[in-house]
């Protein structure tokens, strides 16, 4: 069930980071970058981060 609740979390992580609402706008736009440009970044890093936690998720369900 640990591992369980820490996919929870880190979905919630990975939500956080593309929604552009609250600290990710104001930051963006103190340094001049586009949502565009955010989202050509973080993407792949979600993507990543995504698949990882599945993988761990598949390990932790057969221990």
Do not use: R
């Amino acid at each position: 069930m640990k591992l369980q609740h820490i996919e929870a979390c880190n979905t919630n992580f990975l939500i956080g980071i593309i929604t552009p609402t609250g600290l990710i706008l104001a930051s963006l736009a103190m340094i001049n970058v586009t949502y565009d440009k955010w989202l050509k970044f973080v993407m792949p890093l979600v993507g990543i981060i995504m698949v990882l936690s599945m993988a761990l998720l598949c390990v932790g369900s057969f221990i």
